[in-house]
Structure formats: structure tokens, C-alpha cells
């Protein structure tokens, strides 16, 4: 059975900092792209960042390039986002996703989320 | 502001079929065939229901459908389900920008 499991998520103040990871099992995890989605309250799905199987090759929406680093461990089966400089705005649910083929992005698999909340 | 832009709701009645389109530009929905739709119940976890436009992932009933066509893709419902309520998110590779999301759309069986 598949499962992704994000932690790392809390309260961090404006401008501080946050590392979030994402455990993997059930599948062959260097075999996949993986991503990461965040959903404000009430809000709509926001990609955030995808990185391909071997961890060679990232790409990141406008709103977070240079302040958050997507990478992965294939040794641990772990996913990682790094976030920097972080504003209320970056206040959501934050879920990873494994990709469905080698060859898109779509997401067959999701986390339950972690809870990012940045306020002072 | 959301990539793509989705209707913000739609509404059937049971068995019958309702559309969600998805328009993008050429840069995105029009370039590649790589739309994906999820659903979304509230407190839940997105479900992907297709991909790579028309493709369903094992589990998903073919009561699900999608197309394209041109910038704009679409999602069908057909034999309406009071289990269908709930929102439906687009998306597209989107070159540059990697992956683009629509707005979502929330449907409700009447």
C-alpha cells in the first residue's frame, strides 16, 4: 500500500523558516516524480514544486522560487521541501504527491498534509 | 489568480451528465496533453480521476470522462451520483511554469 507522510509542518514566525519532509512506502520511490501542493484554508489547489526521479531536475511555481527548495533522498525514501523567508501567505495545508508515470506530473498518491502557519 | 480558469460551480441532478471546462492557453491546456482532473471532498484529500487528458487510473468509474480541445478541456459526469458533490481542481503542464492549477470547481447534486 502506498503512503506519503508529510511532517515538519507548525507555527514559525514571518521570515523564519521551515523544512518539511515526506516519508514514502509502498512503492519503488526512486522510480518517481514527486511534488509538492499546498491548499490554503478554504482555498484551491497551488502547485508548489516537482522534482524527477533521480532528484536531477526541479521546477517551482514563481511564488516560491528562491525561497523554497524541493530535493529528495532516494536512500531514505524521503521527500524534502526547504522553505526560507516565509510570509502569511504561505499559510496552508501542505501535502506531497507521487506522480502517476514517468512521463507527467498528475499525482496519483497524496499525503494527508502538514499544517504550515506562519504568524507572529 | 489561478493558471486555468473553471467555472466556480456547477450543479445536476441525479443520472443526469454535467460538463466542467478547464480553459488555458496555448502555453498549457493547448500545448500539451497532459491534463489531469481531481476531485476534492471537503477535509479530503485530492483523488486523481484522470490524466494525460482522457486516461482514468484503475478505480475510477467511467462515469468519468474528459477531453480537449484546443485551449480548453473538459470534464463530464455522466449518470450522476449524490457521491459526485464535491470539487473538481484541473490541471496542466505548463512549460516554464511546470505545473498549473485551475480554480476549481464545485459541483452539487441537487
Known amino acids: 500500500e502506498v503512503q506519503l507522510l508529510e511532517s515538519g509542518g507548525g507555527l514559525v514566525q514571518p521570515g523564519g523558516s521551515l523544512r518539511l519532509s515526506c516519508a514514502a512506502s509502498g512503492f519503488t520511490f526512486g522510480n518517481y516524480a514527486m511534488g509538492w501542493v499546498r491548499q490554503a484554508p478554504g482555498k484551491g489547489l497551488q502547485w508548489l514544486s516537482s522534482?524527477?526521479?533521480?532528484?536531477?531536475?526541479?521546477y517551482y511555481a514563481d511564488s516560491v522560487k528562491g525561497r523554497f527548495t524541493i530535493s529528495r533522498d532516494n536512500s531514505k525514501n524521503t521527500l524534502y521541501l526547504q522553505m526560507i523567508s516565509l510570509s502569511a501567505d504561505d499559510s496552508a495545508l501542505y501535502y506531497c504527491?507521487?506522480?502517476?508515470?514517468?512521463?507527467?506530473?498528475?499525482?496519483?498518491?497524496w499525503g494527508q498534509g502538514t499544517l504550515v502557519t506562519v504568524s507572529s | 489568480q489561478s493558471a486555468l480558469t473553471q467555472p466556480r460551480s456547477v450543479s445536476g441532478s441525479p443520472g443526469q451528465s454535467v460538463t466542467i471546462s478547464c480553459t488555458g492557453t496555448s502555453s498549457d491546456v493547448g500545448g500539451y496533453n497532459y491534463v489531469a482532473w481531481y476531485q476534492q471532498h471537503p477535509g479530503k484529500v485530492p483523488k486523481l480521476m484522470i490524466y494525460d487528458v482522457t486516461k482514468r487510473p484503475s478505480g475510477v468509474p467511467d462515469r468519468f470522462s474528459a477531453s480537449k480541445s484546443g485551449n480548453t478541456a473538459s470534464l463530464t459526469i455522466s449518470g450522476l451520483q449524490a457521491e459526485d458533490e464535491a470539487d473538481y481542481y484541473c490541471s496542466s503542464h505548463g512549460g516554464g511554469k511546470y505545473v498549473v492549477f485551475g480554480g476549481g470547481t464545485k459541483l452539487t447534486v441537487l
Open positions: 522534482i524527477n526521479e533521480s532528484g536531477g531536475r526541479t
Open positions: 504527491a507521487k506522480a502517476i508515470t514517468v512521463t507527467t506530473a498528475a499525482c496519483d498518491y
